[in-house]
């Protein structure tokens, strides 16, 4: 790898997300008086109080996911179902359904039950349902990375039962601990879900601080003891995931290891056919049924092209930004010194902690200035962070798929050509077309549905899909939002299986 490519990777990354967090924590401490403001917040009682009802709903929905993705996970991968590889696909469904959306469904559809949908335990059902995938995602990795003759010598000495709880998952328990704080850490920094729902937790009123108060000293002080949870909790997420698999689109050695059982077949597949109603079947159908005639009214759909416009561009330029930007450092990471390559990982991973509003305002302070006024007007600072709050996955995708890449083929390549672009171009990238196309689905995906960063950057005149469908539920436009929140999803479902047909149809013939 070129060490100017490297170098400029890396600058894109501290530009994206180190820069922000610097100026927000300089901006702070700048003021008269801001030490000891600095410590208010972590000793009021009211500030307690807000941390702790964010880490009730972010714990809430962090054991859901578990509960929802850990079998799901085992279902596709250790038994012999019907349809397990549809729904291998079809688990990845419901992170096309952005969390405000599911907020919008669950709203109306708990209306008149017992469980109140404007509560902490209304969040946690959505958040739950919303980010369960990433359980999914994790724990399949990991069980594909299992050795199947540890997991049979377990079932031919115990049996299957007592071989999946002993073995199974004790293997691969690193990879469902590390999926349940992706989820807590996701669900304790959104702003959406709990906005729409009208819970107080603390990205809410870190977010009406800064836009109703217009504090922005006051938010990012504020804002202190959830930076700390959440750097905290990404640092322990870090050191579970060390050289382990982020996400996998190949069915690997789980494979070889699948049980062979009777009994459960059915009730997996029902249990999964459950999930995958609640996360994603009742959602559509719901918002079909509202947006009903919307859907094909021109004086709906016509004022929102410039926002399908705006988000699809923005979706896609992230998506194809991020996945270089973190292929390039991934595979700089692997060429680094095993000293040094644990800091630097970590240090990537460092933007999952800053949330969202927390990163809009530091973009604000940073790029809001006369003297880069042309970039901030414009998209580009959308992209910017976009580029900073998705680019931590997207190297844990490549560094897995990196570390799957036999190093003798480039050895061998080495032999024909020195140029090394060529040999990244014509070798490297076609063998790592799994891990490219998972990156650059899971930021297309979480960029399409992005609402905490865009809300506060996005240019005045400029609409991004969500941040229509945000504005018009203030407005009580239900057909309205429930057309446009159905596009959002077709076109996520159209963008992601054109890039899955595309990327079976090259599989690279030459075997890692």
Known sequence: MPRWLVASAWAAFALAALLPLLWLGLDALSGEGRLSALRDPLLTEAQWRLLARSLVVAGGAALLALGLGVPYALAIERTTMPGRHAFQLLGLVPLLIPPQLHAIVWSRLLASSPVDPFSIPGVVLVLGLAYFPFVVLLTSAGLRAIDPTMEDGARLRVGPPRGLVGVTLALVRPHMLAAALLVFVFAIVDFGVPDLLRVRVYAVEVFIEFSALYDQRGAVFLSAPLLLTTMALVGIMTWLMRGRAYV???????????????????????????????????????????AGAALFDPGVLRPALSAIGTSVSLAVSAGALTTMVAFVIARGLMQTSEVFRGALHALTQLPFALPPILLGIGLIGLWNREATGWFYDGLGVVLVGYLARFLPFAIGAMLASLQQLNPRLEEAAWLVTANRLRILGGLSLPLLRDG?????????????????????????????????IYNLMHYGADASVAALSLILIAIQLLVCSLVLVGVRRRRPSVAS
């Open 436 to 468: 490219l196309a998972a990156a650059f689905i899971i930021v297309f995906i979480l960029t399409m549905g992005e609402l905490g960063v865009t809300l506060l950057v996005v240019p005045p005149g400029v609409e991004t899909l969500p941040v229509r």
């Open 248 to 290: 996998s689109l190949s069915h690997g050695a789980g494979d070889a290891g699948r049980f062979r059982w009777g009994g459960p077949r059915i009730p997996a597949v029902l249990f999964c056919g459950s999930v995958l109603g609640l996360s994603v079947l009742v959602p559509v159908a719901s918002l079909a049924v509202s």
